[in-house]
């Protein structure tokens, strides 16, 4: 069956990079996402990245996609205290099933 | 404008009774999802739902069933309840599209506590 893997904790500090790392196993994966949960909130939809592609960026976010390993990674340069929260990475296989998460990874941040 | 919302925010119930917890998006989308959160943060799909399939996870015990009256919503309901479905519920939803990313928005989340 699809499974998702992430450590569950990093810790970094103030101002250095963060950097979350998945893997998973469904080699018909088509998208793979990263999910942001702040204590109490809901998901937020961070990013995301097609299966061909093998990085992809946006501001502060990088999103690095090894499809050979099924490694997937999310950088967060110079973090932020705001940055805390719980990091999910997820992916889809086709269709319009749902998302197979990952346990998800705490993100402390130290000052 | 809330994109997902649900209704209500918080769930306090008796085992044995039953429930529903309501879903609504204003994005035009035409798939709906619920997910449960259980306390240790595990994320699992339950359903997912368009106006042509639904899709059942195999683990999802038939106590729980989704309504959908129409497109912008999806009602969970919830029959007996016992301890084990107290959660957190999100539903979720995205746009069909054969070839798209079908990214998914969440609603904020339904906190579900039987006692």
């Known amino acids: 069956g699809e499974d998702v893997e992430q450590s569950l904790f990093l810790s970094v500090r103030e101002g250095d990079s963060s950097v979350i790392n998945c893997t998973y196993t469904d080699s018909s994966s088509t998208y793979l996402y990263w999910y942001k949960q702040e204590p109490g909130a809901g998901l937020q939809l961070l990013t995301y990245?097609?299966?061909?592609?093998d990085m992809k960026q946006d501001q502060r976010l990088t999103v690095l996609l090894n499809k050979k390993d099924k490694h997937l990674s999310l950088r967060i340069a110079d973090t932020q205290t705001g940055d805390s929260a719980i990091y999910f990475c997820?992916?889809?296989?086709?269709?319009?099933?749902?998302?197979?998460f990952g346990k998800g990874t705490h993100l402390i941040i130290q000052p | 404008d809330t994109a997902v919302s649900q209704t209500p925010k918080y769930l306090v119930t008796q085992m044995g009774n039953d429930k529903s917890i309501k879903c609504e998006q204003n994005?035009?989308?035409?798939?709906m999802y619920w997910y449960k959160q259980d306390s240790k943060k595990f994320l699992k799909i339950m359903f997912s739902?368009?106006?042509?399939?639904?899709?059942i996870n195999e683990t999802v015990p038939n106590r729980f069933s989704p309504k959908s009256p129409d497109k912008a919503h999806l009602n969970l309901h919830i029959n007996s309840l016992e301890l084990g479905d107290s959660a957190v519920y999100f539903c979720a939803s995205s746009h069909y599209e054969t070839g798209g990313a079908y990214e998914q928005y969440f609603g904020p989340g339904t906190r579900l506590t039987v006692t």
């Open positions: 739902y368009n106006n042509k399939e639904l899709i």
């Open positions: 997820a992916e889809r296989g086709g269709g319009a099933d749902g998302l197979t």
């Open positions: 990245i097609f299966s061909n592609m």
């Open positions: 994005l035009g989308h035409d798939t």
